[in-house]
């Protein structure tokens, strides 16, 4: 199975800060059709995950510009360049390119 | 706009079987997969399977290959995820979640969940 692991595990943040969340993959992503498939999902306080970011990079509908998605070889950043009170919860990544999907053991984001 | 309703939480016992439905609206139902996840307390997601609402073929982890089996009815817009020989392990928060994309044949991801369904292990 593709293994991911995220860091930080817990993440406080000042409103206003910036905030960086990494994930590895103990292989490549990238699939045949160009794609990368790993995705970045929230689980607020008492909610179902929502989808982030798909394919490595896209933003999934609705979802606020302050939020990016990048990649380096098997390294993944999810960043907030401008954390507001209500992106407290538990961010998670998931590989997609192999089954079983795997998720990361998720980063709890906090406000200080 | 898509919504998904799951049923309510269970109680069983170790041993015993759970159905999960997921009731679909907003949308064209055979037109997606569905695919089902789990959260046990404290741990990380975890990843069931996904079901082809369409045709009904079905993918399952290794890890539960032969106790989990998704079905559907497209009559309902309903798809169910049924575990048996149920350990307290088995007790988590069961999700189905639609991917983002018709057509989309498991891979893609999910951009629609359902609110959960506590199923508790417990003599």
């Known amino acids: 199975d593709i293994a991911v692991t995220q860091s930080p595990l817990s993440l406080p943040v000042t409103p206003g800060e910036p905030a960086s969340i990494s994930c590895r993959s103990t292989?490549?992503?990238?699939?045949?059709?160009?794609?990368?498939?790993l995705d970045w999902y929230v689980q607020k306080p008492g909610q179902s995950p929502q989808l982030l970011i798909y394919w490595g990079s896209y933003r999934a509908s609705g979802v606020p510009d302050r939020f990016s998605g990048s990649e380096s070889g098997t390294d993944f950043t999810l960043k907030i360049s401008l954390v507001e009170a209500d992106d407290v919860g538990v961010y998670y990544c998931m590989q997609t390119l192999q089954t079983p999907r795997t998720f990361g053991q998720g980063t709890r984001l906090e406000i200080k | 706009q898509v919504q998904f309703v799951q049923s309510g939480a269970e109680v069983k016992k170790p041993g015993a079987s759970v159905k999960v439905s997921c009731k679909a609206s907003?949308?064209?139902?055979?037109?997606?997969?569905m695919q089902w996840v789990r959260q046990a307390p404290g741990q990380r997601l975890e990843w069931l399977g996904w079901i082809n609402a369409d045709n009904g073929n079905t993918k399952y982890s290794q890890k539960f290959q032969g106790r989990v089996t998704f079905s559907r009815d497209t009559s309902a817009n309903t798809a169910y995820m049924e575990v048996s020989s149920l350990t307290y392990e088995d007790t988590a928060v069961y999700y189905c979640?639609?991917?983002?994309?018709?057509?989309?044949?498991?891979?893609?991801?999910?951009?629609?969940w359902g609110q959960g369904t506590l199923v508790t292990v417990s003599s």
């Open positions: 292989q490549s992503l990238l699939h045949s059709n160009g794609y990368t498939y």
């Open positions: 979640a639609r991917e983002n994309f018709p057509q989309c044949g498991g891979d893609c991801p999910l951009d629609c």
């Open positions: 907003g949308y064209t139902f055979t037109s997606y997969t």
